[in-house]
């Protein structure tokens, strides 16, 4: 593995290296906390795994986390799960996410666009006050600590300032985007029972308005522990008999009052795509979230006062809530309500470029569209303020690497990263210190001991395994909710490795230090004893200008055998004759092995996803061996339902 890209596709120079805080952080934690002086981020990382306790208290030192209460030790119990982080203290996220309103109060806290591409700022002091004012009218609701707030609100201003209110009075907030139907937010929301549900009468997506009325009357009928409504006049309707206005609760001039919560007490519940069952309600601290993201957020994306931080997200994926927590670093966020590709593809680009954005994320899956559609970055926008392009949701292949290269900027940081809802944040990406080799991630992140497990648990280095965590992170789920004795929150991440966290991808560690990742592990390819990831397999056939996109399943068979079909959604215009089904299986054959050539391949009206945007390899599986449709998947978790009848129809056929 290290060998096929030695030379890194950008190196950072001397002076980023120099003025990054994580090269700041390491020398102040070397003169006051015994890190490593020399050695940059390898002996950096290698302190902070083997020191845990004295690294989490060098990063709530550094960025000055404000405990109303000190804390007893740093990790009271270091078994996983349950491990129980700084305990006795007290905090509150929301504090800590407005604290730049008391010395940059006319500045933005937030810019937000919509289709228009017209950033609308909100000031630090204004966002302050609009918490402050909603924080105060949620008290006089009867909202307590550990009360659940719930939004069905796009990527606005206002559900930024719900997250907040909710949080200042120490409740728990939970959100579905407003593109989900009533049963996949009612499969969410009635797991945890809120107290107020926040909702817009509907949003505005490729150009068109989309009225979401119905499914707010649906959403206050079915979740009966609700006390109030507000609505959120996006379309400009009236509030509906029995809700509450917005404007009316965000009026007064009010000093919001934090609630003092203990540092593992909810501060939101995040959901899994819910794919083969009800989602699992994963719950996460305010402190815990509070101490990962500042160190995610400022020392591994470099992020401060400076800087505009713009991700492409919904209020349904946990990106949203990452995305919110810039502001924890005094970074001004920019929010985007609207269709990734409108008015054409190149939309998200002119958003950066309006917004002055300098770190710009986004999904893999936009960065291959747009090289498809020979979209010119450099070219039609004016992009100097863009340090860095992240991206997420499935691994960035070496051609979108190459193309982030060759048509944003050659001194462009790419950072390609990889965590997972279940944390709220990543194991592996981006650290500004370190060079970007084609096709990798940067690195394991601090206080994260990644490692790749062959299936007798020992480490791998240059070969794939499982990706495991072996030491706890702070942002880990406290617990899932409705689990209470914890069977299906010990199920999910440590039954394989007793008191390790698998998280359920392939990856490798090269001998370097980066990182690839191959795909899910539960959906993973395994021919005549060879493990080989889905992802390897897009990466080749969608570089194929016919290909708009793939599905590649391996199905155990009765007999013994094994059967991997690759199913393919067309370009307009493309045809699956001989000539291209001769190039894919040419170009997985020389590009990867012959191991990898499919059995089959099969034209498909599409490819089905989860309502976060990921291909579902496990379900159309399930469905391949026999299992009923509504066993086989939870359909309230699937962007397009229709799409499955094609594969259990297959399924039909050959059986």
């Known amino acids: 593995m ?15 290296i120099a003025r990054a805080q994580i090269t700041k952080f390491q020398t102040w934690a070397a003169e006051r906390h015994g890190a490593p002086s020399q050695g940059g981020y390898p002996a950096l990382h290698r302190w902070s795994v083997d020191e845990l306790e004295t ?28 491990a129980r982080w700084f305990p006795g203290a007290t905090l509150n996220y929301a504090e800590h996410a407005l604290r730049a309103a008391a010395t940059r109060p006319a500045e933005p806290a937030l810019l937000y666009v919509d289709e228009t591409h017209e950033p609308t700022p909100v000031t630090w002091s204004e966002l302050r006050r609009q918490v402050g004012s909603l924080a105060g009218e949620l008290r006089a609701l009867g909202v307590r600590p550990g009360d659940r707030v719930s939004g069905y609100l796009p990527n606005i201003p206002q559900a930024v300032v719900a997250l907040l209110a909710t949080a200042a009075v120490g409740g728990v907030w939970t959100s579905c985007a407003p593109d989900f139907g009533a049963r996949s937010v009612l499969d969410r929301f009635q797991q945890v029972e809120p107290v107020v549900l926040f909702t817009v009468d509907g949003y505005r997506y490729g150009g068109k308005e989309h009225d979401r009325r119905d499914v707010v009357a649906e959403l206050r009928a079915e979740l009966p522990t609700l006390r109030a409504v507000v609505h959120i006049p996006v379309l400009g309707t009236e509030p509906p008999p029995g809700a509450l206005g917005w404007a009316a609760l965000t009026a007064s001039d009010e000093e919001p009052v934090f609630e003092q919560v203990p540092f593992d007490h909810p501060l939101w519940v995040l959901y899994s795509s819910g794919t083969t069952g009800l989602p699992k309600a994963i719950v996460q601290s305010q402190g815990g979230i509070l101490v990962e993201h ?12 400076e800087d505009r931080f713009f991700w492409y997200t919904s209020t349904g994926w946990m990106m949203w809530n990452f995305l919110v927590s810039g502001l924890l670093t005094g970074t001004t966020i920019v929010l985007y309500d ?45 992009l100097s303020t863009v340090q860095c392009v992240a991206t997420t949701g499935s691994p960035l292949p070496p051609d ?17 990263v990889s965590g997972g809802t279940d944390v709220c944040s990543c194991f592996a990406g981006a650290v500004p210190t370190l060079p970007v080799h084609t096709g990798e991630l940067q690195a394991p992140g601090l206080g994260t001991d990644l490692q790749s497990w062959d299936p007798n648990g020992r480490a791998v280095i240059d070969e794939v395994g499982e990706l495991v965590v072996t030491n706890p992170m702070p942002s880990m789920p406290v617990r899932f909710w409705n689990d209470p004795d914890g069977s299906r929150y010990h199920d999910s991440y440590f039954d394989t490795y007793p008191g390790v966290w698998r998280h359920g991808d392939w990856i490798t560690i090269t001998s370097r230090g980066s990182v690839v990742i191959h795909g899910r592990s539960d ?8 493990r080989m990831g889905s992802a390897d397999i897009y990466e080749v056939v ?59 391949v099969i034209e498909v009206p599409g490819v089905p996803h989860t309502l976060t945007g990921k291909r579902i390899e496990v379900p159309v599986k399930r469905l391949l061996q026999g299992t009923p449709l509504e066993k086989a998947v939870n359909p309230g978790s699937i962007d397009n339902l229709d799409l499955l009848h094609f594969y259990e129809r297959l399924a039909r056929e050959r059986a």
């Open 338 to 382: 609207g269709s990734p590709g409108y008015p054409d593809t190149g939309a998200q680009w002119r958003i950066a470029e309006r917004t002055g954005a300098t770190l710009y994320g986004t999904s893999a899956a936009y960065v291959m569209a747009c090289r498809k559609a020979e979209v010119h970055p450099a070219r039609d926008f004016d």
């Open 400 to 416: 979108g690497f190459r193309w982030l290269h060759d048509e944003v900027r050659d001194d462009l940081w790419i950072a390609s």
């Open 542 to 600: 969608e570089r194929l200008p016919e290909i708009k996109e793939s599905l590649v399943i391996g199905v155990e068979q009765p007999d013994g055998g094994y059967w991997m079909p690759l199913f393919v959604h067309l370009a307009p215009g493309a045809a699956l004759d001989d000539a291209l089904l001769g190039r894919i299986k040419q170009s997985i054959r020389e590009q990867l092995s012959p191991r990898h050539v499919p059995d089959e």
């Open 523 to 530: 959906s993973t390819l395994n021919r005549q004893g060879v």
């Open 55 to 82: 690294f989490w208290t060098a990063v709530t030192q550094w960025f000055d986390v404000r405990f109303s209460t000190p804390y007893a030790r740093v990790l009271g119990d270091r078994s996983m799960p349950g």
């Open 294 to 305: 500042l160190k995610q957020l400022g020392l591994h994306c470099d992020l401060g006062p």
């Open 2 to 16: 290290p060998t096929v890209n030695p030379e890194p596709l950008w190196r950072p120079d001397p002076r980023r």
